[in-house]
């Protein structure tokens, strides 16, 4: 028997984030540009007695190890689904920053169901991995699948894209997290105080840029960069205004582009090299307007196991 599994699964950010109208089931339509980034936590599952949840890292404190961890929630889907306990010790090695934008959650979820197939032979098809991932969150099909991929319906229906190249980024922590919810009615609320409406009988259908597109395919960043956009960073710094000032930071030290990651509080620079990253990110700390900063490239593949190879 395997003794236990290791799963590498990436962070993502969010190039394009269109948001279509409130549904009648409290989602939103989207049309969502995933890229995965360099960014990682890596999963592994034990045999244990009874699930149990652990984390390590510098942001472990900040993770829920109880059965809200998503992670947790995807072992017992998988094991309900076959019919099994979800007797395993998921233990999260944590790099990727926990206070929002960047999926932390998702990856782990994905994480964990692919290390649980893989440590009980279940055997599970992609389409039935895919699916569970779904169930368990919008953003969760894509740590599985990686690379780029349009997210349709509220995220989940994914289109893989091609990237013909790398794209480097600076990643600014903010100080505590948003809920993810909240930046969601925040959105609808905007949009009803400038009269336009939030619901779907409202809100034209969100659609994908093609110029956005065709910037991933040829590996452009500056096209990218003019390209990129964020329907809910407006909600998020009206949630969180001090993030203008993160904003604005990494914009006066030259990066292309500057925004919110998904949403928020994380802030996201693209830039045109590794030699940049470097600078922006420099000129990020010496702002104090974050928490941390990381560097980092995309696209990264999606969950991956490491161990056994
Ligand atoms: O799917 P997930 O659990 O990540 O969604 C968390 C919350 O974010 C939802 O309950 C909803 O309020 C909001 N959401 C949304 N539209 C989406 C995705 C998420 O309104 N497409």
């Not at 404190?61 to 007797?87: I, K, M, S, W, Y």
């Not at 990643?171 to 409406?197: I, K, M, N």
């Not at 990110?281 to 190879?309: E, K, M, W």
Request: charged letters at 15%; glycine letters at 12%; one cysteine or more.
């Amino acid at each position: 028997m395997t003794a236990s599994v290791t799963v590498r699964v990436p962070a993502k950010v969010n190039v394009q984030l269109a948001v279509g109208g409130l549904r009648p089931d409290g989602f939103h339509d989207l049309a969502n540009v995933f890229l995965a980034v360099g960014l990682h936590d890596n999963v592994t599952a034990t045999p244990a007695d009874a699930l149990r949840v652990t984390c390590s890292g510098p942001d472990a404190g900040q993770v829920p190890l109880d059965a809200t961890n998503l992670a947790a929630r995807a072992a017992l889907a998988l094991a309900a689904r076959h019919g099994r306990e979800a007797d395993v010790h998921l233990h999260i090695d944590k790099d990727i920053p926990v206070a929002g934008g960047m999926a932390g959650g998702s990856a782990d979820a994905a994480g964990a169901l692919l290390a649980c197939d893989a440590l009980w032979g279940t055997g599970a098809s992609r389409e039935e991995l895919l699916d569970i991932c779904a169930e368990l969150g919008s953003d969760v099909p894509f740590s599985l699948v990686g690379g780029a991929a349009l997210g349709r319906g509220r995220g989940e229906i994914l289109t893989p894209l091609a990237v013909g190249g790398t794209f480097h980024w600076v990643f600014a922590v903010a100080d505590g997290g948003l809920s993810t919810p909240a930046v969601y009615r925040e959105c609808d609320r905007l949009r009803e105080v400038a009269g336009t409406g939030a619901t779907t009988a409202d809100v034209p259908d969100p659609e994908p840029s093609p110029a956005l597109i065709d910037a991933l395919r040829a590996g452009d960043a500056a096209a990218l960069a003019a390209a990129v956009t964020n329907d809910l960073q407006a909600a998020a710094v009206s949630l969180r205004p001090s993030l203008t000032a993160t904003l604005e930071a990494g914009t006066g030290a030259g990066a292309l582009a500057a925004m919110v990651s998904g949403s928020g509080p994380t802030t996201a620079f693209l830039v045109t090299d590794a030699a940049e990253a470097e600078k922006v990110a420099d000129a990020l700390r010496a702002s104090g307007t974050c928490r941390a900063v990381r560097v980092t490239s995309g696209p990264a593949a999606g969950a991956t196991v490491v161990t056994p190879a």
